[in-house]
């Protein structure tokens, strides 16, 4: 089951409001914390984050999770040799946002 940034928002699903905004500094700050394990990877010049997501989580449209625990802010421009940190468990990415 993917899960999108706009899932936990009030008028979407009638729960707890969390702005994408919020759900990234929580996934930031949980990865710089050592809160949540990751992997590191070097962002090549073919590669974009969508396709990494696929491969880590089975889902491209996770891709947003990546940009937020590496901290970018846009993920339709990153350049090559920027430094992912890949959230190893998206259950637990998942269970931090809700």
């Known amino acids: 089951m993917a899960i999108g940034r706009y899932a936990y928002t009030a008028r979407l699903r009638g729960r707890t409001q969390i702005a994408t905004s919020q759900a990234s500094s929580r996934i930031y700050e ?6 949540l394990a990751f992997t590191s990877s070097v962002l090549k010049g ?6 990494i997501a696929g491969a880590a989580y089975g889902s491209s449209t996770m891709w947003w999770v990546i940009a937020a625990a590496s901290g970018i802010g846009w993920g ?4 090559p040799g920027t430094i992912l940190r890949i959230p190893k468990n998206i259950g637990e990415v998942i269970q931090l946002i809700r």
Do not use: F, K, N
């Open 30 to 35: 949980a990865v710089m914390s050592g809160r």
């Open 46 to 51: 073919d590669q974009r984050l969508d396709h």
């Open 76 to 79: 339709l421009q990153v350049p």
